[in-house]
């Protein structure tokens, strides 16, 4: 890819279902969400995964949350669980997992982290996922596979690496993704997406009308659901980035992260293939 998100680099690997696709060959999905009242930014991040084509998105919760989060949620799944290992094995089946939106600056959420990092299963790590590691990177980054991602904005891009954005967005974000053998979101308003092998690209389709709190993890779930239905993880971020940007340009002013969801299948469609 050259310095612009351009659907023409990463369409070709869009996962579109078959005829013969079923829920669990579309990709399964799973967030991780805050305590009870802390589970608005899983919801969010849940129902964007469904829309961006996730088969089965399933949300995994302190069991405090299970009532809030029953009432609030239809096609999505719950999971309550009560420890790191817990999580482990209740989320052993999915294909990607999203943490971080909303779960706590907590030693239970550095636990979760490392124990999901242990894992199979792909990671995208946003939010309180990454700022929990402030003042411990290295422990972040031995729980990080090529095959994960990272969507911090730049107050959690400094809390992990300090050093880095005084060389400017698009270096700080390559060089963060080479130290983290994983695919890194720098998010702003030219995102800039890096692998660890030295690629890198700018996302052009954002909007300020994103500047509304919520937004974040309604990317984060995009980029699961992509994850989840095994699209490779740089191509993910890029597809996941320049979705999330065209839907809220399509919305416009007045824009909520209630309302990002609902455009991903308008934005979708002109993506369709034919």
């Not at 088969?55 to 009432?71: E, I, N, R, S, Y």
């Not at 972040?140 to 107050?155: F, I, M, S």
């Not at 052009?204 to 239905?229: K, M, N, R, S």
């Amino acid at each position: 890819m050259d310095a612009v998100n351009r659907p023409t680099d990463w369409a070709p690997l869009f996962p579109w279902p078959t005829a013969a696709s079923h829920k669990h060959a579309r990709g399964r999905l799973g967030v991780v969400s805050g305590a009870m009242g802390a589970t608005g930014a899983a919801r969010l991040a849940a129902r964007a995964g469904l829309r961006a084509g996730a088969g089965l998105v399933k949300v995994f919760c302190p069991p405090d949350a299970l009532p809030v989060l029953a009432v609030a949620l239809e096609a999505v799944m719950l999971a309550p669980f009560i420890s790191a290992e817990d999580l482990v094995q209740t989320s052993e089946m999915m294909d990607a997992m999203v943490i971080g939106p909303a779960v706590g600056l907590t030693e239970a959420t550095l636990a979760n982290v490392a124990a999901l990092g242990r894992s199979r299963v792909a990671l995208v790590l946003d939010a309180d996922a990454l700022t929990v590691f402030k003042g411990r990177t290295d422990e972040l980054l031995v729980c990080l596979d090529p095959v994960d991602v990272l969507t911090p904005h730049e107050g959690e891009f400094e809390r992990l690496f300090p050093d880095l954005l005084a060389e400017g967005r698009q270096k700080a974000a390559v060089e963060a993704a080479r130290r983290a053998g994983a695919v890194v979101i720098l998010k702003g308003a030219h995102s800039v997406i890096a692998a660890p092998d030295g690629r890198w690209t700018v996302n052009h389709t954002a909007t300020p009308w994103l500047a509304t709190a919520g937004t974040g993890d309604v990317l984060a779930g995009i980029t699961g659901a992509l994850l989840a239905q095994g699209m490779p993880s740089y191509q993910a971020a890029c597809a996941a980035t320049w979705i999330h940007g065209e839907a809220a340009r399509r919305f416009g002013p007045g824009l909520i992260s209630e309302d990002l969801p609902d455009m991903i299948p308008a934005v979708l469609a002109t993506l369709l293939p034919g």
